[in-house]
């Protein structure tokens, strides 16, 4: 069957799901771009028409460039030590080891929770009064080292260790189905040849995952620039602005934290900008990881 011939068997397949996509997906996020040119409070049919000014206002605005900083280094911070940690873990889980499938499941269990959950986990943590963190740290003598863990200076690396926790199972599971797929063989020559546990890693695991891997690091850069439900447990009431992340921020303006706000226009906007940052990350992330295709 040629080409032509497959796609027209193909089509008929992928256009109720195509159509069931634009509904939901590609029709929202082209009206939220005109919605983003007006200013509107959510709930009247008063919308008055301002063109780029929600853009002018928000890139003038220092709490935005302070989310869109938190965001990166939540997606950048939060991305390297989840994929360090979940190769370490998969090395380790390669082993015939006892309590492999318990250790598995150990990993993978925060995933299974609900972020809300998880977020009251770590404020717990966190507290500083009686969290068991601080109460570590003063116990082997290490008072200095006790922080005010979700204040404004810390808040962001403390965020990042509470998602980098969270997350590190699932991708840990996806790397592992990869690692699963390597041949034997290829792990047997390897070792044949001397290569140590670093060398077959960088000759072996890494080449043959690499498709795994980049499609772990596109889903993890979206999850990454989402993340609303763990941070606004982990910091309730509501976090300070210095600890804003895009998702806050857009959170913030559509109803407000503390107080009720109600600039959906302007909310809006946000979402659009957060938006285009995905796709353009998206993007450069595939670009730069792209690489000739391994067959085995």
């Known amino acids: 069957m040629g080409r ?10 992928l256009l109720p799901a195509l159509a069931l996509y634009t509904l939901i997906f590609v029709y929202p996020a082209l009206d939220a771009v005109r919605v983003s040119l007006f200013q509107w409070n959510g709930f009247t049919d008063n919308m008055v028409y301002i063109g780029l000014g929600n853009y002018r206002r928000m890139f003038a605005d220092p ?33 015939d080891i006892r309590g492999k499938k318990f250790f598995r499941a150990l990993l993978f269990f925060p995933v299974v929770l609900p972020g809300v959950g998880v977020g009251m986990i770590w404020q717990f943590v966190y507290n500083r009064s009686w969290g068991p963190l601080s109460a570590f740290l003063n116990a082997v003598g290490l008072e200095s080292l006790d922080r005010t863990w979700l204040g404004p200076k810390y808040i962001i690396g403390s965020l990042t260790v509470a998602v980098i926790w969270t997350y590190v199972g699932f991708y840990l599971v996806i790397l592992m189905a990869g690692i699963d797929k390597i041949p034997k063989t290829y792990f047997e020559a390897a070792r044949l ?9 960088w000759s072996v695991i890494l080449p ?22 763990l941070i ?20 913030e303006r559509a109803v407000g934290a503390y107080t009720p706000v109600f600039e959906l226009g302007y909310a809006t906007a946000l979402g659009v900008v957060l938006l285009a940052f995905v796709l353009v990350g998206v993007a450069v ?8 295709r391994i067959e085995y």
């Open 4 to 13: 032509s011939g497959r796609r027209s068997v193909v089509l008929p397949f």
């Open 285 to 292: 992330l595939r670009l730069v990881t792209r690489r000739e």
């Open 232 to 251: 606004v447990a982990t910091t309730f009431p509501a976090p300070p602005r210095s600890g804003f992340t895009m998702t806050i921020f857009v959170w």
């Open 63 to 95: 709490t935005f460039w302070v989310s869109l900083r938190n965001t990166a280094i939540i997606a950048v911070g939060g991305g390297i030590g989840i994929f360090l940690l979940a190769f370490f873990f998969s090395a380790i889980l390669q082993r």
């Open 208 to 229: 043959m995952t690499w498709d795994v891997l980049v499609v772990a690091m596109v889903l993890w850069l979206i999850s990454a620039m989402k993340i609303f439900d």
């Open 193 to 201: 040849d001397g290569a140590s546990e670093w060398r077959m890693f």
